[in-house]
Each structure stands twice: as structure tokens, then as C-alpha cells.
């Protein structure tokens, strides 16, 4: 075969997958889902009401468009092949658009629809900011805000579900999944403990880490990452952490605890100023201070982030007296 005749058989193979791909539907991309999910072909085509054969079907033209096997059958049912996982990983994203367009046009279509994951504290300070901006400049795109931990969040937005992130990267995560996601740099946002305005460690200067070893502590769970910032703190001088009297992960219930009790909490520093504007609590003045994090603008790297998107991370750089990037 001459270098021509090749490049032409290649140019019209990719032609022929390119037609066969055209040709899917979105239950075919749902099959691939379910199987993953389910672990049986059969149990896919129940799940989206169709025979056996159907589904049987469907995977053949799903393989014939790929050009590889998506799924390996065994004798418990069947599961996604290394090729089929990979491609489940691209499908998910564009499942996860084909959602958001439908949501977003169920409602206002004439409105666009930006779905927003992230951490409480940014739910403080920093969104109330953007949404008053954006409602005083009649730029207000309808949102989704969902919060939850950074893994899951993270998850989400890989998977087409979220269209961007107001969180962190831990090393671990921006180890493994950096060049998955555009990230820039937002605030240091740094967590502090804090107790009520009668208890007598408010009033110090420099209260050392020592003299919090045995106060009665409200904690997160040891899972959680302000738990592990914490604990670390003071390994770092070479004490052991406190132990928690109350376990609590959510620093908007942990804050009201502490203004009217003895007890002593950590919480990030904006939840703090929020909350000491309302609440009898105060900062402690710890020497040394518990370190800094930093929050990012997170988006995936697989997509083209929507003009939506986009007015978020202007108003939170407004708000920040930050430039755009």
C-alpha cells in the first residue's frame, strides 16, 4: 500500500467512526452509566425499559462507534473494560452538560443557569458579595449552589455536574488531579479559635497553644479538613491536640454553642467576623496562629467555562479589589 492509499484509509476510518458516533443517542450514553453502576447488562436495559436484546443492541452500536470493546462480560453480569471507563469518564461531562441544559431551560430559558459548588464558609462573606453585585448590575444568572466537602465537590464538577468550584486543593488532590482543573487563586482565608466574650483566654495577647490543651473543645470531625489543620497545628510544637467534648462539623451550629458556654471552638476567621458581629464570641489570640489557606476558582479543564461562569469570578474579584486574571 503506498503512503497515499494509507493516509486515505486512516482519513476515512476516522470519517466512518466519526458517522457511527453522529448516529448515538442519549440512552446509549446512559447505558454505558448504568452498567457501571449496575455491574449487569440486564439490569441496565431494565432500568431504561427496553428488552435485553435492545440493550444488547445498543452496546454493539456503542462499541461499533468507539472501535473497541467498552464492557467484559463474566459470570456475575458484566463490567466496563479499561476502555469503557475511560470513555464513561468523557460521557459523564457531556451527560453532565446535557443536564444542565435541560434544567436550565425548563424554567426561564431566556436566562442562563450557573451551578456553583462550594465550601460553607464561602456562603459567609464572599457569595452574599457576588449575588448583591450581580442583582445591583441586573447580571444575576440563575444558580445552583451546592454545598459539601472538597472530594465531592471536586467529584461533581469532574463529572459535568457542577460548572465551577469556590474551595481549596489540598496537596494530596492537586497531586493527582491538577491538570484535570483551571484553578486561580481567590483569598488566604486562615481559621482561628474562638470562645465567648466571658471566657478568660479572649483577653489574652499571644495565648500559647499550651494553655488550650485542656479546655473544653467543640471540633469537627477528625476527617474533616480544618479537624486536620487543627490537630496539626499543634503537633507541629510538639503537643498533643485537644480532645472534643462535642463533635460538630458545622461551624454555624459549633459558633452559637460557644457564645453561651465555657466551651472553645475553631472555625474559619470570616465565620468568626460574621458571627462576632452578632453573637457574644471572640477570636483568640493564638501564638503561633494556625497557618493559612488559600481559596481558588475552580473550573474543569475539559470544558469552555460559559459567560455565566465567568461574571461569578469578576464579582468575586470585584469584591476582593483583586484584578482579573
Known amino acids: 500500500m503506498t503512503e497515499m492509499s494509507r493516509a486515505s484509509s486512516e482519513v476515512l476510518t476516522s ?11 442519549i440512552r446509549h450514553l446512559r447505558l454505558l452509566e448504568l452498567v457501571a ?9 431494565q432500568e431504561l425499559g427496553i428488552s ?3 440493550a444488547t443492541k445498543m452496546l454493539q452500536e456503542l462499541e461499533s462507534a468507539f472501535g473497541c470493546n467498552l464492557i467484559e462480560r463474566n459470570t456475575r453480569g458484566g463490567h466496563l473494560s479499561r476502555a469503557g471507563s475511560h470513555a464513561l469518564d468523557r460521557l459523564r461531562v457531556a451527560l453532565g452538560e446535557l443536564d444542565a ?4 431551560l425548563a424554567v426561564r430559558p431566556e436566562e442562563p443557569l450557573v451551578r456553583v459548588g462550594m465550601l460553607p464558609l464561602v456562603g459567609v462573606e464572599a457569595m452574599p458579595h457576588v449575588v448583591a453585585s450581580l442583582a445591583t448590575q441586573q447580571n ?7 454545598e459539601a466537602t472538597v472530594d465531592n465537590l471536586l467529584e461533581l464538577l469532574l463529572a459535568g455536574e457542577l460548572d465551577c468550584v469556590i474551595g481549596r486543593l489540598e496537596s494530596r488532590e492537586a497531586a493527582q488531579s491538577i491538570a484535570r482543573f483551571n484553578v486561580k487563586p481567590l483569598w488566604a482565608e486562615r481559621i482561628v479559635a474562638v470562645a465567648s466574650l466571658d471566657h478568660p483566654l479572649v483577653h489574652g ?11 473544653d473543645w467543640i471540633l469537627p470531625p477528625p476527617s474533616s479538613y480544618t479537624r486536620r489543620v487543627f490537630d496539626q497545628h499543634f503537633l507541629d510544637v510538639g503537643l498533643i491536640p485537644p480532645v472534643c467534648h462535642i463533635e460538630s462539623i458545622s461551624f454555624h451550629t459549633s459558633l452559637p454553642l460557644v457564645a453561651g458556654s465555657h466551651f472553645i471552638t475553631v472555625a474559619p476567621e470570616c465565620a468568626v467576623r460574621h458571627y462576632a458581629d452578632r453573637s457574644r464570641i471572640r477570636a483568640i489570640q493564638t501564638a503561633p496562629p494556625f497557618s493559612t489557606g488559600h481559596m481558588l476558582f475552580i473550573t474543569s479543564a475539559q470544558n469552555t467555562v460559559p459567560p455565566g461562569v465567568k461574571l461569578i ?11 482579573e486574571t
Do not use: F, Y
Open 52 to 54: 435485553q436484546p435492545g
Open 37 to 45: 453502576n449496575t455491574g449487569s447488562l440486564s439490569a441496565a436495559a
Open 15 to 25: 470519517r466512518q467512526l466519526a458517522s457511527r458516533i453522529d448516529r448515538l443517542r
Open 313 to 323: 469570578e469578576q464579582a468575586l474579584r470585584k469584591w476582593l479589589g483583586a484584578p
Open 101 to 104: 441544559a435541560r434544567a436550565a
Open 140 to 146: 444575576l444568572p440563575r444558580l445552583i449552589l451546592r
Open 205 to 215: 495577647d499571644k495565648v500559647p497553644l499550651s494553655a488550650l490543651q485542656d479546655g
